[in-house]
Structure formats: structure tokens, C-alpha cells
């Protein structure tokens, strides 16, 4: 007999068949269900959509923040509470030096050191003197500087409300230089602080806060001064030109 190979019978082919399909079949299904696991994967790692991001956008322009509010409304309840206008204040604190010129004034919150006793001055100068009593921390006052004619300047604070000098006191830290640079302004400042004052308010309208004799970027000598809207408690700066009453510069503060 010949040993010839023999063939697999046809229905051992078909079971073959059939199960190396099977077998395809599931390894397809495998890879369909790995690729979509994956772009899956990927889709939660991306970046969220505009539409996520739209919820954190800042606020409008024009809408004020807190601090804005809180600063104007601070300013508002401040002019309110003061019954003695600056004016009144500042014929006050000049009275307290003799043949002294103001050169500065401003309206603020009592601070809780309000009698307290300033460093002694390493030149001998008078100390703190307190004729009356101070107004409670946080009551309004009106702190100013006045020059006398050497340029060595005075502090006088003024209650806000009854108009009576609470503390006085002579500047410890002017140097030699320093009384220079006073008597300087001075000299070159032809207008007064009301003067200043008049040409300020004329451009904008208000409670007077704020007035100092200062020098500009361009070393002119000016007298700055600032006025709250008491309806909005808005205020504007004016910087106007000590030695002719030009109004230089004005800014208003929204905030």
C-alpha cells in the first residue's frame, strides 16, 4: 500500500473554519473597544470648552469693585462728619504761629496716638503741647503745617467738629535743608491758598479735603488741592500754579 498522506475530512475543514472566523471576529471586537476607550481617555483630558471658561470672565468695565466703593463711601461719611470747613480750620492753625503761613491742610481720621508725645527734637524744639482734648479714634480732624519764617514747620491738629486745637507740635525731623526748601516755595508761591482754593473749586465742585504747597515734575510751585463730590464721594485733584493761579492739572478720582 502506498503511504500517500491522507486529506482531513471536509467537516473538520468546516469546524476549523469556523472557529479561526470566531477568532477574528473577537480580536476585531478587541481593538474596536480599545480605540474607543482611548479616545475617550483623550477627550476628558482636553482642555475645557469656551463655554466653561465664560462662567470666570471678569466683571464689566464699568462696574466699580469693592475697594472703589468702600474708598468713596469713606470719603463721603468723612466731609459729612466734619463740621468745621477748611477754610475756618486753616485761619485756626495759622493763628497758632506767629507770622506763620499754612502749607498744608487736610482732613483725615483721628489716630488712637493722638496724645501721645512725639520723640524729643535733637535741636531743642518745643515738644508736643495738647491744650485740649483729642476727639475719639476715627472722629474727623484736620491736620496742618505752618511755616514760620525760617521755614521750620508746625503741626497743628484740629478737631474737626467743635474747631479746637487738640495737639501742636514742632516738626523733629526738618534738616537745615529742608527749612530751605520752605522757605523757597515761599517765596515763590505769589498765591494764597485761598486764592488756590477759588480757582480749584471753580472747576470742580465740592468740600475742600486737601491743600498743599508742593513742586510739580517741571519744579514749579503749586498748590495741590482736592475736592469730594459729597453726593458721589468722587474727588478731584487740582494742581494749580502757585505763582499766577493758572490751573495746571485736574483729575478725577471714580474709585
Given at each position: 500500500m502506498s503511504s500517500a498522506r491522507r486529506l482531513p475530512p471536509v467537516r473538520?475543514?468546516?469546524?476549523?473554519?469556523?472557529?479561526?472566523?470566531?477568532?477574528?471576529?473577537?480580536?476585531?471586537?478587541?481593538?474596536?473597544?480599545?480605540?474607543?476607550?482611548?479616545?475617550?481617555?483623550?477627550?476628558q483630558t482636553e482642555s475645557p470648552s469656551p463655554t466653561g471658561t465664560d462662567t470666570q470672565s471678569p466683571s464689566p468695565t464699568g462696574s466699580p469693585s469693592p475697594s472703589g466703593n468702600q474708598?468713596?463711601?469713606?470719603?463721603?461719611?468723612?466731609?459729612?462728619?466734619?463740621?468745621v470747613t477748611w477754610d475756618k480750620a486753616a485761619d485756626t492753625a495759622v493763628k497758632e504761629v506767629?507770622?506763620?503761613?499754612?502749607?498744608?491742610l487736610e482732613l483725615k481720621r483721628t489716630e488712637a496716638d493722638a496724645t501721645a508725645s512725639p520723640t524729643a527734637s535733637p535741636t531743642g524744639s518745643p515738644g508736643l503741647s495738647?491744650?485740649?482734648?483729642?476727639?475719639?479714634?476715627?472722629?474727623?480732624?484736620w491736620e496742618a503745617k505752618?511755616?514760620?519764617?525760617?521755614?521750620?514747620?508746625?503741626?497743628?491738629?484740629?478737631?474737626?467738629?467743635?474747631?479746637?486745637?487738640?495737639?501742636?507740635?514742632?516738626d523733629p525731623d526738618?534738616?537745615?535743608?529742608?527749612?530751605?526748601?520752605?522757605?523757597?516755595?515761599?517765596?515763590?508761591?505769589?498765591?494764597?491758598?485761598?486764592?488756590?482754593?477759588?480757582?480749584a473749586t471753580a472747576k470742580a465742585k465740592g468740600t475742600?479735603?486737601?491743600?498743599?504747597?508742593?513742586?510739580?515734575d517741571d519744579q514749579q510751585v503749586?498748590?495741590?488741592?482736592?475736592?469730594?463730590?459729597?453726593?458721589?464721594?468722587?474727588?478731584t485733584s487740582v494742581v494749580v500754579d502757585a505763582a499766577n493761579g493758572k490751573v495746571l492739572s485736574q483729575k478725577t478720582d471714580t474709585d
Open positions: 473538520s475543514l468546516a469546524v476549523a473554519g469556523a472557529l479561526g472566523a470566531s477568532a477574528l471576529l473577537l480580536a476585531a471586537c478587541t481593538n474596536a473597544d480599545t480605540t474607543r476607550s482611548s479616545v475617550a481617555e483623550a477627550a474708598d468713596k463711601t469713606e470719603r463721603k461719611d468723612l466731609v459729612s462728619a466734619a463740621k506767629p507770622e506763620g503761613k499754612l502749607v498744608d495738647t491744650p485740649n482734648p483729642a476727639p475719639s479714634e476715627g472722629a474727623p480732624e505752618v511755616a514760620q519764617s525760617d521755614g521750620t514747620l508746625h503741626r497743628i491738629d484740629i478737631d474737626a467738629v467743635n474747631g479746637k486745637v487738640f495737639r501742636t507740635m514742632v526738618q534738616d537745615p535743608d529742608d527749612k530751605t526748601q520752605v522757605t523757597g516755595w515761599l517765596d515763590k508761591a505769589k498765591q494764597t491758598p485761598q486764592q488756590a482754593v477759588k480757582a475742600v479735603t486737601h491743600v498743599e504747597l508742593d513742586e510739580n503749586v498748590w495741590d488741592v482736592d475736592v469730594v463730590d459729597k453726593g458721589n464721594g468722587n474727588k
